[in-house]
T-cell receptor
């Protein structure tokens, strides 16, 4: 069935380090892809999205490019901050609902 | 506020009891979703409501789980005869509902943390 696979965490980085969180998906067709973020003590919120192949979603310095040839949507940020510490969820659309990955915890230390 | 509101924020109950969880979506959003987030797991889809259409119940894990949406707005998720494995955070989300809702960002509430003793 349709699924989303994320790299396991936690990912531990020093401030200003480069971040990559891998996400791959199984697909029939070209579903919309999303990254959601859950900051400590808060609900999930949309970080960025891409709706078609080669689209790049970006927000708050984070980017992810929809790669249909590798069925991937890796999340990247050039220089992380302590305030980026959170759990990040990759998701793909499946007709009228979302299928989420298991989440990747990011911990950024000063 | 104008976001998705869930209540209670925390619920502790004994095994075998019934529980009701409430979700108040963003005003005007026709699509409403329930998810479950268990420790160490991702978000598991439970049920989806869209307008007046029959709900998609394909994610409900057993017949102890049911949900209603009254008047196209507030939704209640009911778990009967709770078991310890039901312990999780139950999240509600809504989206505007025009077009293919799977392509639309979903707006999440803060969730209800359910603990079954």
């Amino acid at each position: 069935g349709d699924s989303v696979t994320q790299m396991e965490g936690p990912v531990t980085l020093s401030e200003e380090a480069f971040l990559t969180i891998n996400c791959t998906y199984t697909a029939t067709g070209y579903p919309s892809l999303f990254w959601y973020v859950q900051y400590p003590g808060e609900g999930l919120q949309l970080l960025l999205k891409a709706t078609k192949a080669d689209d790049k979603g970006s927000n708050k310095g984070f980017e992810a490019t929809y790669r249909k040839e590798t069925t991937s949507f890796h999340l990247e940020k050039g220089s992380v901050q302590v305030s980026d510490s959170a759990v990040y969820f990759c998701a793909r659309a499946n007709t009228d609902k979302l299928i989420f990955g298991t989440g990747t915890r990011l911990q950024v230390f000063p | 506020g104008a976001g998705v509101s869930q209540s209670p924020s925390n619920k502790v109950t004994e095994k075998g009891k019934d529980v009701e969880l409430r979700c108040d979506p963003i005003s005007g959003h026709t699509a409403l979703y329930w998810y479950r987030q268990s420790l160490g797991q991702g978000l598991e889809f439970l049920i989806y409501f869209q307008g007046n259409s029959a709900p998609d119940k394909s994610g409900l894990p057993s017949d102890r789980f049911s949900a209603e949406r009254t008047g196209g707005s507030v939704s209640t998720l009911t778990i009967q005869r709770t078991q310890q494995e039901d312990s999780a955070v139950y999240l509600c989300a809504s989206s505007p509902g025009q077009g293919r809702t799977g392509n639309q960002p979903q707006h999440f509430g803060d969730g209800t943390r359910l603990s079954i003793l």
